[in-house]
């Protein structure tokens, strides 16, 4: 079995997979889990954990091209790294949700770089999952009976019909605009 030449190219910087491989649509690949973002120096090659992650981590991948992305950070600052980890395959019309912790609870962003919109949201004290299912109107009790891979088309098939609404702000604004990172104790997983 093949696999997306998107996940070839992130390798080792998916960690702790609840779910990885194929989904039902044809060439679409998922992924749920964590996503190492900035990692130490490498001494005598041996691997070390990242320095920055982002977690709760969904994406969908269509060949080179990434379709679907959501994931919490602690900063929204992380969102060049996660830029940088993506590089060409984030497209103008791949749907990206970045959940931050230091977004003030009352405000969602849409941001526009370099031609990739990307949807910024709080995250308090819930789940990118479940925020999402609700942000998109998908019902967890008719979810709860589908495998990882159904999950992950149902959600990227909602993402597609949504058409965001956030205000556009510049993305210096946002940056300007967030708050100091939060301690994350306790945070759900």
């Given at each position: 079995?093949?696999?997306?030449?998107?996940?070839?190219?992130?390798?080792?910087?998916?960690?702790?997979?609840?779910f990885?491989g194929p989904?039902?649509?044809?060439?679409?690949?998922?992924?749920r889990?964590?996503?190492?973002?900035?990692?130490?120096?490498s001494?005598?090659g041996?691997k070390r954990?990242?320095?920055?992650?982002?977690?709760?981590?969904?994406f969908?991948?269509?060949?080179?091209?990434?379709?679907?992305?959501?994931?919490h950070?602690e900063?929204?600052?992380h969102?060049?790294?996660?830029?940088?980890?993506?590089?060409?395959?984030?497209t103008?019309?791949?749907?990206?949700?970045?959940?931050a912790?230091?977004?003030?609870?009352?405000?969602?962003?849409?941001?526009?770089?370099e031609?990739?919109?990307?949807?910024?949201?709080?995250?308090?004290?819930?789940?990118?999952?479940?925020?999402?299912?609700?942000?998109?109107?998908?019902?967890k009790?008719?979810?709860?009976?589908?495998?990882n891979?159904?999950?992950?088309?149902?959600i990227?098939?909602?993402?597609?019909?949504?058409?965001?609404?956030?205000?556009l702000v510049?993305?210096?604004?946002?940056?300007?605009?967030?708050?100091?990172?939060k301690?994350a104790e306790?945070?759900?997983?």
């Amino acid at each position: 079995m093949s696999t997306s030449p998107l996940f070839s190219t992130l390798g080792d910087k998916l960690l702790s997979p609840t779910f990885s491989g194929p989904t039902r649509k044809a060439d679409r690949y998922g992924f749920r889990g964590e996503l190492g973002l900035r990692f130490p120096p490498s001494v005598a090659g041996e691997k070390r954990p990242p320095e920055i992650k982002a977690d709760q981590v969904i994406f969908a991948a269509e060949g080179e091209q990434l379709v679907f992305l959501t994931l919490h950070v602690e900063s929204l600052a992380h969102l060049d790294l996660i830029r940088e980890t993506f590089g060409s395959a984030l497209t103008p019309a791949g749907k990206y949700f970045i959940f931050a912790g230091n977004v003030d609870i009352s405000k969602k962003y849409q941001l526009d770089i370099e031609g990739i919109t990307f949807h910024v949201l709080p995250l308090d004290e819930a789940t990118v999952y479940n925020e999402i299912l609700d942000l998109f109107y998908l019902e967890k009790n008719e979810l709860k009976k589908l495998g990882n891979d159904a999950k992950i088309d149902a959600i990227v098939t909602a993402a597609g019909a949504s058409r965001g609404g956030f205000p556009l702000v510049p993305y210096a604004q946002a940056l300007a605009e967030m708050g100091p990172v939060k301690v994350a104790e306790n945070r759900p997983v």
